[in-house]
């Protein structure tokens, strides 16, 4: 997106973008796991996902999410009684996620500024609903989605732009996704998307990704990189 065009739709990745997913480690204590296995967790989760898109496959965030958390309780070699509880426990908790601190005040000034605001997530449009629901900003955006509508392909595919797209009626060019994920800035820029990195962490941004437009601390860096304060 060049410099100085305001995007119409601001699209908005939710795990990890939007939510903070630190609280999830002690459910993986509960059940037996350890808390510091949540990254390689959620990582394997996307790879997982991500894979069956390219093969052809398809399955939903929750079963593939559940099949990964039975997976690490098989190789600790949990006792648990019941694993499949075991993996609902720590899945129930997605709904009650907090988002990150710089969210409340980002997503307030960026729909003030007139952005249409929705989510677009390989997770669920109900929990992303409930999370902002929860949050208090539930009334700022204009819909949420999920990869249900685009016949189960998970982001990056150009399908599931495709279809945020759609679903908004608006042209590529007039939107920006939003995402704390490089393979999503990727995905998006080659569907045609304005892109925005959010840097959540010091690791630094992959140099075989297309590079994002905008690279922001927060999305109150976001909102003022897009002119909303």
């Known amino acids: 997106m060049p410099d100085g065009v305001r995007p119409e739709v601001v699209v908005f990745d939710v795990n990890e973008t939007l939510t903070d997913m630190t609280p999830l480690t002690t459910r993986l ?109 539930e009334q700022y955006f204009e819909t949420h989605l999920d990869i249900e509508g685009a016949d189960g392909h998970w982001k990056p595919s150009p399908a599931a732009y495709a279809y945020a797209l759609g679903a908004v009626g608006v042209p590529a060019g007039a939107a920006v996704l939003v995402a704390v994920h490089p393979w999503d800035i990727d995905g998006a820029a080659r569907a045609g998307l304005g892109t925005a990195w959010l840097r959540r962490t010091p690791v630094p941004y992959p140099s075989a990704r297309r590079p994002a437009d905008h690279c922001a601390d927060g999305l109150g860096d976001l909102a003022r990189q897009l002119g909303a304060v």
């Open 29 to 137: 204590v509960d059940i037996g796991l350890p808390g510091r296995l949540l990254p390689e967790w959620f990582a394997g989760v996307l790879r997982d996902g991500i894979a069956l898109t390219l093969a052809g496959g398809r399955a939903d965030f929750a079963t593939v999410a559940r099949d990964g958390l039975l997976t690490h309780l098989g190789q600790a070699g949990s006792d648990t009684a019941d694993p499949e509880a075991a993996a609902a426990h720590v899945l129930d908790a997605l709904p009650e996620l907090p988002v990150h601190p710089d969210v409340p005040d980002g997503v307030r000034a960026l729909h003030a500024a007139g952005h249409r605001l929705v989510t677009m997530t390989n997770g669920s449009a109900v929990t992303s609903r409930a999370v902002l629901r929860r949050a208090g900003l």
